[in-house]
């Protein structure tokens, strides 16, 4: 007997014509899915709903593309067999169509690999505290010392249907130390790729001023994130009060404050409508690059350039297009793709 080879069942089912090449990576996904999110996602697309929108843009695409090499024929005549005003239009509806799918690939892909969920605030605020009672796990070194933590720390966790990746950064402020300041910049740049940001601040060492700077400064470096204020050590307030601070959360050992903020990341997590979530990185970039061949094709229908060129970017969007289903595809394309399954499947 030989052992299967890594996706050899699944690679055999493309080659047959059983799946495209969409349907096979969702095998992948769905066997690696590890929250009910990235299963129901992997399972649409493996029913074909990603397929089945590539096909019908490329038969308008190729309708289109028919019509121009018709014209390419009969050059010489100078016969148009289609009004420009209509193709320009087609295009502009095949290319929104295609831009509106690429951006969701961001929350696709968020609910395939985990929700970046990301914790800043100063040093000692409550964020590897907060950390570890997600994690139910003491995953991260707690101490009284600021700036304990030096670096991000990351891990993974389901809260209901999702699963979050869970950041830890290092202690935001103004240091000359310069292994601190390599932390803080690399917490920037976690902040810069999160969701959602989790800004710990506790009231007994930061004024509502200071706790409003933060939320502002995290918003102004991630626009598209969900930044919620969470005051931290509640249990420690004492007649503090916190009625002047930004709209919060308030964070202490009780399990039920544990809790709200549970129900809360979930609440704050909005899946997009619609069958065709884009989670996968390849097939963002076909579609990229498609748009980008369509709006050349429709710059030079503008101009009125030669036919030729319209009909070379109108190919070269149907090659990109293409390939997400396995329609065109090259051999070492194939093998990335089905290494990355374990053996057999």
């Known amino acids: 007997a030989v052992l299967a080879a890594p996706g050899e069942f699944t690679q055999r089912a493309f080659a047959h ?26 399972l649409k697309q493996l029913k074909g709903n990603v397929s089945k929108r590539m096909a019908e843009l490329r038969q308008q695409l190729m309708d289109f593309a028919a019509l121009i090499e018709l014209e390419l024929d009969f050059v010489e005549e100078d016969v148009e067999f289609a009004r420009r005003e209509d193709l320009i239009a087609l295009l502009d509806s095949v290319s929104n169509e295609c831009t509106r799918m690429r951006s969701t690939f961001r929350q696709g892909q968020a609910m395939r690999e985990g929700i970046p969920l990301v914790l800043v605030g ?41 699963m979050f990746r869970l950041i830890d950064t290092a202690g935001i402020r103004e240091t000359d130390e310069v292994v ?9 740049a976690k902040i810069r790729e999160a969701h959602i940001v989790l800004a710990l601040v506790d009231p007994l ?35 503090r009060d916190v009625t002047t601070y ?44 498609s748009i980008e061949s369509l709006e050349r094709a429709r710059e ?30 090259a051999d070492d394309l194939l093998g990335s793709i089905f ?4 053996i057999g499947k």
């Open 17 to 42: 014509g059983k799946l495209d090449l969409a349907q096979a990576e969702a095998v992948g996904d769905l066997i690696a899915a590890e929250s009910r999110a990235g299963h129901e996602l992997a």
């Open 339 to 342: 290494g990355r399954f374990c």
């Open 180 to 188: 601190e300041r390599m932390g803080i910049e690399r917490s920037w």
């Open 246 to 289: 930004p709209e919060h959360l308030a964070m202490s050992p009780d399990p039920s404050d544990l809790e709200v903020l549970e129900r809360h990341l979930e609440s704050r997590v909005q899946i997009p409508e619609g069958d065709v979530l884009i989670a996968n990185a390849r097939h963002a970039e076909a579609l990229g690059a």
């Open 205 to 239: 060492h930061s004024s509502a001023l200071e706790a409003q700077d933060l939320v502002d400064r995290v918003r102004e470096a991630n626009p598209e994130s969900d930044v919620v204020l969470l005051l931290t050590k509640r249990d420690t307030w004492g007649a």
């Open 122 to 162: 100063a040093p000692n605020a409550g964020k590897s505290t907060l950390l570890n009672r997600l994690l139910r796990d003491e995953r991260a070194l707690v101490s009284d010392v600021p700036g304990t933590t030096r670096d991000s720390v990351e891990e993974r966790f389901r809260l209901g249907d999702l």
């Open 300 to 329: 030079s229908l503008v101009l009125g350039t030669s036919g030729e060129l319209v009909a070379y970017d109108l190919r070269d969007a149907l090659r990109h297009l293409g390939s997400i289903t396995g329609e065109v595809t």
